[in-house]
């Protein structure tokens, strides 16, 4: 069992690699609390969707999960299936850089959890835009989560826009 020091966790945060290299997602290789296993499971995710390994979305989420992205102008996905589709296609022609960056947990004696999550998304470029193109946006996630014997998982998640989204061309901004 390979159990983790804070310096391969934090290289982990730093080089997405480093993580896929130790540890398959959703599965962490060491005994711990349920809310790190979540907290952990929800970090994964972020890494997941900014590399673009759409298959490894079967370690965040069930196979009857239901996520809710009207928020974001997106839907209702229902199964894990069509979650991968919808997030290939909303998110496949951007460079991304999601973060979480909070959660609140609370682990019911059922094996169930509440979570309360702020993000930012950060999508750079895509199809059809000039290079300096940014879209951020900042959201609440409240997720149903279910434990099983790899970890939690998402059965059920909506999304609250908190602010933005914040697009444009910030090349001139920056000096660029």
């Not at 930012?120 to 940014?134: A, D, L, R, S």
């Amino acid at each position: 069992m390979l159990i983790p020091n804070k310096l391969s966790l934090c290289l982990a945060i730093i080089f997405p690699s480093v993580i896929a290299a130790h540890y398959s997602y959703g599965s962490p290789a060491w005994h711990s609390s349920p809310q790190e296993q979540i907290r952990y499971t929800l970090a994964a995710e972020t890494f997941i969707l900014d590399l673009k390994n759409w298959t490894a979305l079967h370690s965040i989420y069930t196979l009857d999960a239901v996520a809710d992205f009207s928020a974001l102008g997106a839907g209702v996905w229902t199964g894990i299936d069509e979650i991968i589709a919808n997030e290939k296609k909303a998110l496949g022609a951007y460079t991304g850089m999601h973060q979480i960056t909070s959660c609140m947990i609370d682990v019911h004696e059922d094996g169930t959890a509440d979570v309360t999550s702020y993000y930012v998304f950060n999508h750079f470029g895509g199809e059809g835009k000039q290079p300096g193109y940014v879209w951020q946006a900042w959201a609440k996630y409240h997720d149903s989560m279910v434990g099983t014997e790899d970890g939690y998982r998402v059965k059920k998640r909506s999304v609250q826009v908190i602010g933005g989204p914040l697009e444009g061309n910030f090349t001139k901004v920056m000096g660029g």
